[in-house]
């Protein structure tokens, strides 16, 4: 990266920038528990790929990766299960539609989710994790996603998962469609019980970057002279996972994002955003209040901002 000390400048100055973002965002409360965020809170890190950490903000807050976790799940169901389990599931194509709609899954000819980035592709993909309960395949996933996220473990928001398992009828009926349409293997509590502890799972931004800039090295561990050299996820997998974050990583959102920043972006309604500039960095950030399609309001400013004073545009 350039200057570590003008990279951190920059670093702050979008952080501060991002505040007002913040305040006219709204923090997402359909998840009962998540509505306990501070909206103001704002926080973000860039790993390079070498390994070095710069964060501002409220980097180290935790939070709960909700559908940040579909671009990790993709790469580990794809490793662990083959590119055609997941695509004879699930498609490769943007929806328009917002991250939780059952619309297309009837009404249009494809019979199954448009892509592995919305709900209805995840559901399928968390049936698809090895382990046979929704918990196993949970702690496998959490598992692989520390790996990415250079942590020795991760732990389970049990107040979050509750609070969504309560409540989450729409995803409910999803899954269930999803399993007349024969697309969910095993059992279909099993499947929504994974989803709802994948998307639980405790995170920051600085490790979410981390994670970030292993994407950026298509799959090494991020280290000194461009990666460690050991490989956390097939070249294949880093690929597929970042081009479809790139066309529907941020749902209904995602072309704009694309437009105005030109990198691989996921977000969740937990408030965290990871984003990948190949072979520079990975960024993570984080702010709990939402834009109406419900991606971080602060995020999205400050990875934007990032992309466009760093020139990490891919395209
Ligand atoms: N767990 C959330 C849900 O299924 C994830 C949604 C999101 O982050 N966009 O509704």
Redesign the pocket.
Known sequence: MSSGRATQELLDRLVEGARAAARAGRVAD??PALARARPEAVGAAITSVEGELLESGEARAGFTL???SKAIALPYVIDARGEEAVFSRVGKEPTGDP??SIIRLEASSLKKPYNPMI?AGAIVLSSLMPGSTGEERAAGFRGYAAALLGLPSLALDEEVYRS?AAT?N??RSIAWFLKELGLVEGEVDEALDG??RQ?ATLVDAASLSRCGACLALDGLEPGSAGGSGRRLMSERAARVTKALMCSCGL?DGSGAFCVEAGIPAK????GGILASARGRAGIGSYGPALDPR?NSAAGLSIVEGLSRELGLFAL
């Open positions: 359909y998840i909700q559908s940040v991250f939780n709900n969504e989450a729409k995803n989803y709802f998307c749902y977000s969740g309604v937990g419900g």
